[in-house]
């Protein structure tokens, strides 16, 4: 089963499948300034040289530091490049992280991405539920009218939703076109199977994130026999998986790593045969899904 991974539309810009996730460029904990701001900044250029052209961010990245980084090393952005961001979060004392989506807070957010990253207007921006870690039901109604009203300003191009449920994102797409879902997916932890060919059946892009947080021991096992076959590591056979799983989902591995990110980037043209696939396919049904993955938002 071939693993090239082509591209998708992210509303009216269509980028590379395999993008990168700037979360980790940040201090420890997302907290801080880079304990090498020289590398992350090399991480950010050689991503581009490479042709990613979907960056994923946030301003509670730091908070403000990973958009510093991202307007320091690509400013002038590259016209096919796409930053999609995140609101609805903030930093609290030592470093927490806390519920954001007063009408207030949300225009602040989305006048601090403007200003960080230098742009007169967000490509995406997703809307990242804090009603709980992990998807949890609840209207999201009132934070998604003001994104869709700034929007309609014209300071957000697109809109997107993160951490949500199928039901919010029913709920949403009555409310405004949304262009994007991400939420925790991988390997082992495969709740939003149903919603993944949904969304792909309604063209909407797929966005996993801590693709491959939190496997047991089990689980690491059964990945690393793939990929001692395919000669390949388990994070490269892991986020082949991703690629082939469904055609809308995209990939924002993330890391402060130029080392790193061509290992990750090289998974891109990795072929997974049809065995390989299955076997991978059935570790979600060998062992219980991993419960334990970062605290903070993605």
Known sequence: MSTTPGTFALGDRIVNRFGYGAMQLAGPGVFGAPRDPQAALAVLREAVARGVNHIDTSDFYGPHVTNQLIREALHPYPDELVLVTKVG?????????????????LTQAV??????????????VNLRSMFAHDPAEGSIEAPLTVLADLQRQGLVRHIGLSNVTATQVAEARGIC???CVQNHYNLAHRADD?????LAGAGIAYVPFFP???FTPLQSSALSQVARRL????????LAWLLARAPNILL???????????ENLAAAELGLPKDAFAALDRIVASVEPAGAVAAEPA
């Open 89 to 105: 979060a903030r930093r609290g004392a030592g470093a927490s992280w806390l519920p954001a989506s007063s009408r207030q807070e």
């Open 111 to 124: 006048h601090d991405n403007l200003r960080n990253l230098r742009v007169d207007a967000l490509d995406v």
């Open 177 to 179: 076109t949304i262009v």
């Open 194 to 198: 149903a919603l993944i060919d949904a």
């Open 212 to 214: 491959l947080g939190g």
């Open 231 to 238: 000669g390949a590591t388990p994070m490269q056979v892991a």
């Open 252 to 262: 924002i591995p993330g890391t402060s790593s130029v080392a790193h990110l061509r």
